[in-house]
Each structure stands twice: as structure tokens, then as C-alpha cells.
């Protein structure tokens, strides 16, 4: 029984001995997240039976523990599994890549021939210091005679010049090492920045196998550091054809590892986000302050400002993707979210650079009409506007628009809207003329006792500058009181669509080619005269 214990216990000593076991895992695939990734990686390791320590090297520097999941053989049994970012062992051998190790190795030799001319040139120079002392010794020597001087002259004259000679010569090759040195060492990089970049992340498995053998490896789990972002070109010809989307990603990873060939996933869902269901408390009211409702901000609704964008001109042209990508892209609609499976292997390093993503091309059967709001903007935009929009899964993202094959600028897409319709701005359009201006001679200010009396009057002029006609929502506003001490009145509106509860006004106009319409509306305010309103 003793014996059998002695050596129970030396196995065990030999079993947690052993060294570990090393593997590499590739990256196979990826689902990628607004905020995260999922990474799925293989790798294989060839074990012994019983119980052995695996390090998976190449995993993303960052994981989510949580979310780490390992399937393997059924004759492999994983005991624990556990993510270092600095894992050290003596055990470790650092390979090197083919492409680069013939590289190392000249490096090597030509900085070993490099130190061997250094050292020839310290030593010359050494000895032209031993020759130089030499020679103030022997001129303090007066026993020399004028003979044996000249001769103690010419040999150090010769000596001199074949040692410099040959330090010069030295100095030479080694500038000519060093510019090898040089080339190799670009070569190393270029080599490196190849290379499938190796990230320090790393997975320790504990496992005990039934069967020696090859055992295979499937990894996944949680990482952050990566996300994705929908992106749109608008392309539109004229008018009266449908608007060519391209529907399109900007993919971005900085995990660590590079994702070579990859199948790509996009998700729009939120991983990480927290999954608790809300618990509603008791709803106490409160005083407070009450907001100052400016003209610039809260007067102004959501009608108008939802449609006006700021186009601008970008380095360069954006160029939509042909071919056919919608026959590799499958679209998932979910309870939850939206995924895009595509079977067109993709490269994204790990790099925080955006790259572009074709998923999808569609043709969006759309309604052109232009709008205008003078009072925010002086010019007319075009909108196209997209029915039934939801069966085409479109995301909030930005877009490029290009209109009668010209780049006119970006809009933003937001499908999140309560309308029937999607409002999608195709940039603006100059040949549509505005201007707003206050009729003076309309205009005033009157006194009444205690109050302030002003009447504003405005009047648009539109007019179409193009060769077919055109339809134009017009619209404009009214201020509106939030004191009762406010008074406020709409005496002209030219037959517009008022909304009393946001002051804004519609107008649907036809506009012949060439024809200029006049609006005009007119309000007054009457308040406290000892009392100021700064933005009217």
C-alpha cells in the first residue's frame, strides 16, 4: 500500500509538471455588434491521454470570461478556462515566421561582421597612438644622430599613412554594412506589417483527454474594441427614378488580432447592454424653474428642423460599389434586432481604421418634392419621399448623395420616425430661388396705456428658376406665448396650414417653370411696455 502511494504521488508530481501545450488559434468568423464582437476562432493541438494545461495563443486582448465557450471532441473533457493578457513561461518557445527568420538571420551576420570592423578600427587607431607617443619619446632622445632620426621619420611617415589608410578603408565597409543593415531591417518590417498580427491575449485551458490524438479546437466569445456602423449612397438620376441604394457598413476593430478572410456578421443589437426588466417607483411632482422658451430652440419644432441638413464637400468623391452583393447578403429580421449574414470573406485589421462593407443594393420607389424653411435656411431642398420604408431594414446611419451622377453632398437616414413616410434630403437645389424679407411700411410699434403693441409682416418670394415645374412645401412660422400677459395674433397666413400648438405654417405650392409666387403673413405682439422680450 506504501509503494502504491509513493507512486500515486510521484505521477501526480509528473502529471502538474508536464509543460504545457501551445496552439495558435485562427479567427473563423465574426459577429459584430454596435458596441462589441463575438469572435469565433479554431485551432488544433495534438495531446497525450490525461490531464494537460493548453495555452491558446492569438485571442483578442480584452474578453469577456463570461462569454468564453469552448467546443472540442467528445473524448475532451475542458476542466476550467481562464483569459491572461501576460501570460509567461519558461516553456514558451518563440517561433518565427519563414518569411521572416531568413531575414533575422542576415541581420544577424551582417551586424557580426559590422562589430569585427569596429573592432579593426579601434585597434588601427590605438596602434596610431601608440606610434604618435613613440615619437615624442624618441624626439626627447638626443642620442639619436641625424641618420637613424631620418629613418625613425620615414617609417613613422609610412606606418601613419597605411594605418589611416586602412582605418579609412574600414570606416568604408562598415558604411556599407550599415546600409545593408538598413535594407534588411525595412525588409523585417515589411515582412512584419504581412504577417498575421499576434496579439498577447492568450487562453489557459485545463483539460483531461480519454483518447491520445489530434484534438480540434472551437473558440467564441465577447470582445470589445469593435463595432460597425450603417452607411448609405443615395444615387438618384433624376426626378422621376426610383433612388438606387447601396447599403453599405464601416466595419472598425482594434481587438488585437487581424481578421484574415473572415465570414462577417453584422448585428444591431447590443450585447452588453443590461437585460434587467425596469421596476416603476412611486412618481412624486416637485416645483421648480420654468424653461426660457427661446425663438432658436424650443420654438422652433421638430417638423422643421427634422428635414434641414448641412451638406458639405468632401477630399474626395465617394464611389458607389457595383455588382451584384445582394446575392451574398442574407438579412435576418428578428424580435430584437437586425443581422446581416455575408458570405464574402472579408479582411478587417486590427487597425481602429474604418473599413467599408457592401451589404445590399435596393431600389427605393420615391416621391420628389421640394421644401423650403426661409426662416432656418435660405435655400430649397429636394426630398424624396419612401413609403412602406420599414420591409427594407434600414438603420439610423449617414449617406452620401449623388444626384444626376454628381456628388451633392451627405444626409443622415433615421427610420425611427412615427410618419408614414421617409423623408430622405437628396441636397439642395439652387435653381429655386427664396428670399424672406420684413415689409417695413407693414411693420410697427403702437402703445396702448399700459401696453406694447408690434406688428411684424414678412413676405417670401419664391420663383422657379428650372424648365419643368415644380411642387414646394413652403414653410414658416409665428411665435407663440408662454405668459398669459403675452398676447399674440395670426392676421395674415395666405391661405397656409396653421398649427396652433407650434406656430408653424404649410404651404403646398405649383410652381410653373419661371414662375414667382409672393407669400406673406403678418402677427402681432402685445405685452407689458415696462417689459423686454429678447427674442422676438
Do not use: C
Request: no cysteine; aromatic share 8%; net charge positive.
Amino acid at each position: 500500500m506504501k509503494k502504491f502511494l509513493i507512486l500515486f504521488l510521484l505521477f501526480q508530481a509528473t502529471l502538474y509538471a508536464q509543460k504545457p501545450v501551445f496552439t495558435t488559434a485562427k479567427v473563423k468568423a465574426a459577429t459584430v455588434y454596435f458596441n462589441a464582437a463575438e469572435i469565433s476562432q479554431t485551432a488544433s493541438v495534438n495531446l497525450p491521454a490525461g490531464t494537460h494545461e493548453i495555452v491558446v495563443k492569438n485571442v483578442a486582448n480584452w474578453v469577456n470570461e463570461n462569454s468564453i465557450q469552448i467546443g472540442t471532441s467528445p473524448t475532451l473533457t475542458v476542466l476550467s478556462v481562464q483569459f491572461t493578457d501576460n501570460y509567461i513561461s519558461e516553456y514558451e518557445i518563440d517561433t518565427n515566421s519563414p518569411l521572416v527568420k531568413k531575414v533575422k538571420d542576415s541581420i544577424v551576420i551582417v551586424q557580426k561582421e559590422i562589430a569585427k570592423l569596429v573592432n579593426s578600427r579601434i585597434s588601427e587607431g590605438k596602434t596610431i597612438d601608440l606610434l604618435d607617443k613613440n615619437q615624442q619619446v624618441s624626439g626627447q632622445n638626443s642620442g639619436l644622430n641625424v641618420t637613424e632620426l631620418m629613418k625613425m621619420v620615414e617609417y613613422y611617415k609610412a606606418k601613419r599613412a597605411e594605418l589611416s589608410n586602412n582605418i579609412n578603408a574600414l570606416a568604408e565597409k562598415e558604411q556599407k554594412l550599415a546600409e545593408v543593415l538598413k535594407k534588411l531591417n525595412d525588409r523585417l518590417e515589411v515582412n512584419n506589417k504581412n504577417e498575421e498580427k499576434i496579439s498577447s491575449g492568450k487562453l489557459i485551458l485545463q483539460v483531461m483527454n480519454e483518447v491520445a490524438g489530434n484534438v480540434p479546437l472551437e473558440i467564441s466569445y465577447l470582445t470589445n474594441n469593435a463595432t460597425w456602423a450603417p452607411f448609405y449612397d443615395l444615387r438618384a438620376n433624376n426626378v422621376t427614378s426610383p433612388i438606387e441604394m447601396m447599403y453599405k457598413a464601416q466595419v472598425t476593430q482594434s481587438t488585437g488580432i487581424d481578421w484574415k478572410n473572415v465570414k462577417l456578421t453584422l448585428s444591431s443589437g447590443v450585447p452588453n447592454q443590461n437585460n434587467q426588466a425596469p421596476l416603476l417607483q412611486a412618481w412624486f411632482l416637485r416645483y421648480g424653474y420654468v424653461p426660457d422658451y427661446s425663438r432658436n430652440e424650443d420654438a422652433k419644432s421638430n417638423e422643421l428642423s427634422e428635414v434641414v441638413v448641412q451638406a458639405y464637400s468632401p477630399k474626395k468623391n465617394n464611389v458607389m460599389i457595383r455588382g451584384s452583393v445582394s446575392n451574398f447578403t442574407t438579412i435576418a429580421e428578428n424580435q430584437l434586432n437586425i443581422s446581416f449574414d455575408i458570405d464574402i470573406p472579408y479582411d478587417i485589421l486590427s487597425n481602429g481604421k474604418k473599413h467599408s462593407v457592401a451589404l445590399k443594393e435596393m431600389k427605393l420607389p420615391a416621391t420628389y418634392k421640394y421644401y423650403a424653411a426661409p426662416t432656418a435656411d435660405k435655400e430649397a431642398f429636394l426630398l424624396a419621399e419612401i413609403s412602406d420604408y420599414s420591409k427594407y431594414n434600414l438603420l439610423k446611419g449617414e449617406a452620401n448623395i449623388i444626384f444626376e451622377g454628381m456628388y451633392v453632398g451627405k444626409t443622415f437616414v433615421d427610420p425611427n420616425q412615427t410618419s408614414d413616410t421617409l423623408n430622405l434630403s437628396m441636397g439642395r437645389d439652387k435653381k429655386i430661388s427664396i428670399k424672406r424679407e420684413k415689409l417695413v411700411d407693414k411693420s410697427g410699434t403702437k402703445f396702448l396705456s399700459a401696453y406694447k403693441v408690434q406688428t411684424f409682416t414678412f413676405e417670401t418670394t419664391i420663383r422657379n428658376n428650372k424648365k419643368e415645374a415644380v411642387q414646394l412645401m413652403l414653410k414658416d412660422q409665428y411665435p407663440l406665448s408662454t405668459d398669459k400677459e403675452i398676447e399674440i395674433e395670426l392676421k395674415q397666413s395666405d391661405n397656409a396650414k396653421v398649427n396652433s400648438e407650434t406656430g408653424i405654417l404649410t404651404w403646398d405650392l405649383n410652381l410653373k417653370p419661371n414662375e414667382t409666387k409672393k407669400i406673406r403673413i403678418s402677427y402681432t405682439v402685445k405685452y407689458p411696455k415696462n417689459k423686454i422680450i429678447d427674442n422676438l
